[in-house]
């Protein structure tokens, strides 16, 4: 259930500088030249309108769904119109009229759904929910022209690439109130009004109750009262999808969950652990071996992460692939590293271990290095060829090496890795390498939950 929160006001909307299709009111007749792809639902944005007659309302509404049935056909699944709770509060006859218009509207069309609250980000998130309930991605936004870049701005921070929207803008006259704030055309989205966007989504996200109790896994091989480390499982967080439910950490383009959840997953992570979520650092899981020794310049992509910052969190990500964790308690230098099966074959444990050695004049029998939770052997399969790869580092790392799709231990792989580059056997910890896979009330799995997966992180700080 979306919880309805106070925020402070945002800023009038702005003309959108971007072309885009453009309806006309003008005596009842719309006119477009548009041939977009159909949607499968539609969004009427009705938000910041007030209406001064029953016919203006009706007007506009008609012209809406005029353009539903010029783009969408019957092709449109949802019909979403959104609105400000408010509408009408000092105006009982006025708000009367709004809601009888709709529910006319909705008797012309099946499907039609009414969605009110106090805030705009409130509302998009109920939509959003709803479109995520009936597997959606492809939406006509249908709105004044007015408002289009304050809706993009909502739409780019709590929506991902996975969505297509369609903008169709309706150019309002004699319909709207006039108001002294509206802006003139030469006006544009500044940072100011970017960052009130971006505070009214962190508001309502901060007011959405976490999933379960968070459960953070820790090793007692990291001495506590050097290091802050951990892995987080999926509870605890306000991630929605199911596949994505709770703590998902990561945000992609082709996933669903949004940077602005996935931010205050991770608020509240650290708020749970006690370090700070502004200077914190997550590898870019490029599934290879290179290293950023931070300090240096940032390379494009890297798998690992070393340094010995103070006030600096880095972590690493995993759902199947290894997170793992190093730490010199003698030169309190520190990182974090992703491994997948083919950055365990090009060496990125290795790679963090002569990084903390050449960087921090870390002595390879003094680093501890801790597996985080992973895929193991029982679930993780690959084919013959690439299986024989592992065979090779060791015969013990394959099951059936003579079938089509052996299964493999990245895990074993890793830590014979490590022992042959010097690592002590006594300073390996992998008894938290739980198999992401069969354990799914506890971990996200690629794996098991296919391309729209959660993950979990292995995070480590020094203490000062």
Avoid at 197 to 209: A, N, S
Avoid at 362 to 382: A, E, M, Q, R, Y
Avoid at 400 to 407: F, I, K, M, V
């Amino acid at each position: 259930m979306v919880v309805p929160h106070t925020a402070p006001p945002l800023p009038p909307p702005v003309v959108d500088t971007k072309p885009a299709p453009v309806y006309a009111l003008t005596g009842g007749v719309l006119f477009s030249s548009s041939t977009e792809k159909m949607a499968e639902a539609v969004l009427i944005d009705m938000f910041s309108l007030e209406f001064t007659s029953h016919h203006c309302i009706k007007q506009f509404l008609d012209a809406a769904m005029k353009i539903v049935l010029l783009k969408s056909g019957t092709a449109a699944s949802s019909i979403y119109i959104i609105y400000c709770q408010s509408f009408g509060c000092d105006n009982n006859d006025a708000r009367d009229v709004f809601l009888h218009a709709i529910r006319a509207f909705q008797g012309l069309r099946k499907h039609v759904e009414l969605i009110s609250t106090a805030g705009v980000t409130a509302t998009l998130y109920n939509v959003k929910q709803k479109l995520d309930e009936k597997n959606i991605s492809r939406v006509q936004i249908i709105l004044p022209k007015s408002r289009t870049c304050l809706m993009k701005a909502f739409i780019d921070r709590l929506f991902t690439q996975v969505y297509a929207f369609d903008y169709e803008l309706l150019e309002l006259s004699y319909c709207e109130t006039e108001n002294a704030s509206q802006p003139s055309k030469d006006q544009t989205f500044t940072e100011k009004q970017l960052e009130l966007v971006e505070c009214d989504i962190q508001i309502f996200l901060g007011t959405l109750p976490g999933k379960g109790e968070m459960t953070i896994l820790k090793s007692p091989l990291i001495p506590e009262n050097t290091f802050n480390h951990g892995f987080t499982t999926r509870c605890g967080g306000v991630s929605y999808i199911p596949e994505l439910s709770s703590l998902n950490l990561y945000s992609s383009n082709n996933r669903k969950d949004s940077p602005a959840v996935v931010s205050e997953n991770l608020r509240r992570l650290s708020m749970a652990v006690g370090f700070n979520h502004k200077n914190f650092h997550l590898v870019k899981a490029a599934h290879a071996s290179d290293v950023w020794i931070m300090g240096k310049n940032e390379p494009d992509s890297y798998d690992g992460i070393v340094t010995n910052q103070k006030g600096v969190t880095v972590a690493a990500p995993g759902a199947d692939c290894i997170p793992m964790l190093f730490s010199d308690p003698v030169n309190k230098a520190f990182g974090a590293a992703h491994s997948g099966w083919k950055g365990t074959l090009l060496g990125i444990s290795m790679a963090t271990v002569n990084a903390m050695i050449s960087e921090y004049g870390s002595d390879v029998k003094d680093i501890l290095v801790v597996l985080g939770p992973s895929v193991g052997p029982c679930c993780f399969t690959l084919t013959r060829e690439e299986a024989k790869a592992f065979y090779d580092i060791d015969q013990q790392c394959v099951r059936q090496l003579e079938s089509s799709n052996p299964n493999v231990d990245i895990r074993k792989a890793t830590r014979i890795l490590l022992e042959r580059g010097g690592i002590l056997p006594t300073n390996i910890e992998d008894k938290l390498a739980l198999c992401t896979s069969c354990n799914q009330d506890l971990f996200f799995s690629h794996t098991r939950d296919g391309e729209n997966f959660g993950t979990q992180i292995g995070f480590i700080a020094v203490k000062n």
